[in-house]
């Protein structure tokens, strides 16, 4: 099975912008619908944005809507989420996960794969 491994978090202040990416290491990833989610100390892990295999739906979190965008460039097999000013409550660690089929999804257990999550701190 495929691997997922995120990039890009650390540590930005309020309004502040961050990208993440999640690079797939197989070729077979690159049809999948793909999704972040974060979790928060002590919390379930929550969704955050959705894309479709071919990259032409995408669905979010009520949370981040207008803030983040999520987007695939087939070519490097990644999938990035644009975080645009960020707040202290999106502190949390991004994880992206795949599953085996064009349809995005927003439910944790629909997903199979899955990285080993990124922390992203934003300061007051």
């Known amino acids: 099975q495929g691997q997922l491994a995120e990039s890009g978090g650390g540590l930005v202040q309020a309004g502040g912008s961050m990208r993440l990416s999640c690079a797939a290491s197989?070729?077979?990833?690159?049809?999948?619908?793909m999704s972040w989610f974060r979790e928060f100390p002590e919390k379930e892990r929550e969704f955050v944005a959705a894309?479709?295999?071919?990259?032409?739906?995408?669905y979010y979190a009520d949370s981040v809507k207008g803030r983040f965008t999520i987007s695939r460039e087939a070519p490097k097999n990644t999938v990035s989420l644009q975080m645009n000013n960020l707040n202290p409550e999106d502190t949390a660690v991004y994880y992206c996960?795949?599953?085996?089929?064009?349809?995005?999804?927003?439910?944790?257990?629909?997903?199979?794969?899955w990285g080993q999550g990124t922390q992203v701190t934003v300061s007051p």
């Open positions: 996960a795949a599953r085996a089929t064009w349809v995005p999804s927003a439910i944790l257990t629909d997903f199979a794969s």
């Open positions: 197989e070729r077979t990833f690159s049809s999948y619908a």
């Open positions: 894309i479709s295999g071919r990259g032409n739906l995408s």
